[in-house]
């Protein structure tokens, strides 16, 4: 049997195990927010590193943008001084890890003084110790999005994606939040603080425990390397990790295609990110 016979094989198995998983897992039904005070550009501020010196160095061009921000920005003070009108999570240790699920919410329900749209996944409704931490505040507005994961024929995802019942596998927040952003009416997407740079951050010790250095924008000075803890609460394995990163940068070129089908932009304006399929663009000081 030739490639071309076993590549469509495989996108028509990974097609109809996709359309499996909508039944089981996704709403049919998600609505999106239709307000926004700036409609053409979208700048996603994911958690790397770099985000603190791109919206330091190059804030007119933040200036102007419609802002998303993700997980944890919250207990940053650049939340506050950004004023996000969308926020997106995604990690499943949210619903887990009661430690995580307070930090987050109520945070975000002590902070947030104006209004902002937060996307929640589907499956975190099967959880409600998180509703009561934003009850009293008016101010957030929850949307539902489905994480189930979309394989298979490109233009078969494409039209799963647009009505939003799926997104490419979601390893990390990236994922779903670009998803999300091009299901909205942005034309442009811009991606700051997409860093990505996990490969040189691992180490394996001479007990054969994977350690992995995270590094986020708001906690760079005093995080340190520590195991990457699964849904099961189980360190991960080093080909896990491997495994998790070759899916996400895949994902991206899915993403990428999607983006082009819609006659969008996705723009990387992250300085020495390491994903490599979307367009690039600098910003700030050279």
């Not at 330091?56 to 933040?62: I, K, N, S």
């Not at 930090?103 to 003084?113: D, H, S, V, Y």
């Not at 099967?126 to 490109?154: D, M, V």
């Not at 039209?159 to 596998?169: H, I, N, T």
Request: a positive charge; hydrophobic letters at 45%.
């Amino acid at each position: 049997m030739g490639e071309h016979a076993i590549n469509l094989l495989g996108n028509l198995w990974q097609s109809l195990l996709s359309l499996v998983k909508i039944v089981l897992q996704s709403r049919w039904c998600t609505a999106l927010p239709v307000s926004f005070d700036h409609r053409d550009e979208l700048l996603i501020l994911a958690n790397g590193p770099s985000l603190s010196r791109t919206v330091t160095e190059a804030a007119d061009f933040v200036r102007g943008k419609t802002l998303l921000a993700v997980n944890f920005c919250v207990t940053s003070p650049m939340f506050e001084q950004l004023r996000p009108e969308l926020y997106l999570i995604a990690d499943p240790l949210f619903w887990i890890v009661p430690e995580k699920r307070v930090q987050l919410f109520q945070t975000l329900a002590e902070k947030t003084m104006w209004e902002m749209n937060l996307f929640i996944p589907a499956r975190a409704l099967k959880n409600r110790l998180w509703q009561p931490l934003l009850a009293s505040n008016r101010h957030i507005h929850i949307y539902i999005y489905n994480t189930t994961p979309i394989e298979g024929f490109q233009w078969f995802c494409n039209a799963l994606f647009r009505r939003g019942w799926g997104v490419p596998r979601p390893h990390n927040v990236l994922i779903p939040a670009i998803a999300v952003g091009l299901r909205l009416p942005f034309r442009k997407i811009y991606l700051a603080g997409a860093d990505h740079s996990w490969l040189p951050e691992i180490s394996v010790t001479d007990d054969n425990v994977v350690l992995m250095h995270q590094r986020h924008f708001y906690d760079r000075d005093h995080s340190k390397a520590e195991t990457v803890s699964q849904e099961n609460l189980h360190s991960a394995r080093l080909y896990t990790i491997l495994y998790h990163m070759y899916v996400a940068f895949k994902s991206y070129f899915v993403l990428e295609a999607y983006s082009q089908a819609l006659h969008k932009e996705i723009i990387n304006v992250t300085p020495g990110s390491y994903i490599d399929a979307f367009k690039r663009m600098k910003v700030g000081k050279s």
